[in-house]
């Protein structure tokens, strides 16, 4: 008998492996920070043996989901301008209230409940693209939580920069900081083509390749946006960007609303990952984005959030149902993005375009321990027949019952245990309290 330090054990598991296997009474184990062995109850029993056993009556283990774009500490100022069209809720709104509030501590506060949201949502990977990425970094890893920070670049000062170069030398900074650290990984987020100029977006690029990280980015959101690249450089965005030599596979592309086919088709040829933001999309009314066509198309799409304060949530579950009714709806066509599709895009497909594919997002051998365990043991999961459509159709955020990151329990009985839930809570509390005495000024 071989010891480990946890095993965890399933009615179900499902690896997400490349067949797609569903293993019934299934375990993991793990030793460290990573997945040793996965199997049959017995198969892992017979070999292996811990101190450290998981096992939930009626639950399935699955690798930990994957929030491909989020700007998490916007969490606190979820609700404060909604109902709004994307250019008048960004400029009149949401700029104005970060030019305001945005600080080290802020971030660090904001971080530390979207962290807590997340991973109690069974999120254990997050890719942002904010401000004061040190803080977020710090927060970040308090809770346990992985991350791919992106340090936000734009043409225009805020509170965290005078000038873009003041943007791309704190980015620098940020990313020589944390390179090589086990849970946050560092990359560039130029903000969106009608933020950054060709020069910018080029120095990033040239930055990126120096520095070897990866380049996130907003691209064709909204038709105000196409129109204006269009008025601006006579070619359509992905066409532009890509004329600057921008694009290529470490490049992953937000929400993608209004591209064609010949877009689609470029996305296809360099290898750029999308995160498509289903609920953000809807509520700001951007539009639907062509992800049936990308998928047929060879671009490995996947879930984002956006931010809480446009979504309003930080739930990955909920994505998938959405994204896979809508499109459904769409085309009409009741096949199209299936259950198993929706696990692959919010686990194995969102590492992958993160750059992390060969450490999480499927449960195999060797890889990081990122796993979550949901309890079907719930009115609205039985019967089950089919436990992928139960995930992708039924499962709800309150079915997390266990999350671990990096070989580490961080969330057990629903319960995050890194971190003191309450006083997490209190001070978001404080913060909105802040800010709506501001507003009554």
């Known amino acids: 008998m071989l010891n480990v330090d946890y095993i965890l054990y399933g009615d179900y598991v499902l690896p997400v492996d490349e067949p797609f296997s569903v293993i019934t009474d299934g375990a993991v184990a793990v030793r460290g920070r990573e997945i040793v062995a996965v199997g049959t109850s017995e198969s892992i029993s017979k070999q292996y043996a811990s101190r450290n056993v998981i096992k939930k009556e009626k639950s399935v283990i699955l690798p930990g989901l994957v929030n491909t774009h989020t700007h998490a500490a916007m969490v606190c100022f979820r609700g404060i301008a909604d109902d709004l069209p994307l250019k008048e809720w960004l400029e009149g709104h949401i700029w104005p209230a970060e030019n305001r509030w945005l600080s080290p501590e802020f971030i660090s506060d904001s971080i530390e409940l979207a962290c807590l949201e997340m991973l109690k949502a069974g999120v254990t990977t997050y890719n942002d693209m904010y401000f004061y990425e040190d803080a977020a970094g710090?927060?970040?890893?308090?809770?346990?939580?992985?991350?791919?920070?992106?340090?936000?670049?734009?043409?225009?000062?805020?509170?965290?920069?005078?000038?873009?170069?003041?943007?791309?030398r704190n980015a620098e900074n940020f990313i020589r900081d944390w390179n090589g650290d086990e849970l946050i990984t560092p990359c560039l987020a130029p903000h969106a083509l009608y933020t950054c100029g060709p020069e910018t977006l080029k120095k990033s690029r040239v930055l990126a390749d120096r520095l070897n990280v990866a380049l996130h980015i907003h691209l064709s959101e909204t038709q105000w946006e196409v129109s204006e690249v269009m008025a601006r450089y006579r070619m359509k965005p992905v066409e532009y960007l890509d004329s600057l030599g921008f694009l290529d596979g470490k490049v992953l592309a937000a929400h993608c609303v209004w591209i064609?086919?010949?877009?689609?088709?470029?996305?296809?040829?360099?290898?750029?990952?999308?995160?498509?933001?289903?609920?953000?999309?809807?509520?700001?009314?951007?539009?639907?984005?062509?992800?049936?066509t990308m998928l047929m198309s060879g671009v490995k799409v996947t879930f984002g959030t956006d931010g809480a304060a446009s979504n309003n949530d930080l739930n990955i579950l909920s994505e998938m149902s959405t994204t896979a009714k809508v499109h459904k709806a769409l085309s009409e066509n009741p096949t199209v993005l299936d259950a198993?599709?929706?696990?692959?895009?919010?686990?194995?497909?969102?590492?992958?375009?993160?750059?992390l594919g060969d450490r999480t997002g499927s449960l195999e051998e060797g890889k990081l321990a990122d796993i979550v365990i949901m309890d079907l043991n719930k009115p609205h999961l039985t019967p089950l027949y089919d436990v992928s459509s139960h995930i992708v159709y039924s499962a709800m955020a309150s079915d997390v019952d266990t999350v671990m990151v990096n070989g580490k329990v961080v969330v057990s009985s629903g319960k995050l245990v890194t971190s003191d839930e309450t006083e997490i809570l209190h001070k978001a509390r404080l913060w909105s309290e802040k800010i709506k005495a501001a507003d009554k000024r």
């Open 340 to 355: 198993k599709t929706a696990i692959r895009m919010a686990t194995k497909w969102g590492a992958e375009v993160l750059g």
């Open 260 to 292: 064609e086919d010949n877009e689609i088709e470029l996305l296809a040829k360099r290898k750029v990952g999308v995160s498509h933001c289903m609920e953000s999309n809807l509520k700001l009314a951007s539009g639907f984005a062509p992800v049936v």
């Open 138 to 168: 710090r927060a970040t890893k308090k809770t346990g939580m992985r991350a791919v920070l992106g340090s936000g670049i734009l043409d225009f000062p805020s509170v965290s920069a005078n000038s873009t170069e003041d943007y791309l």
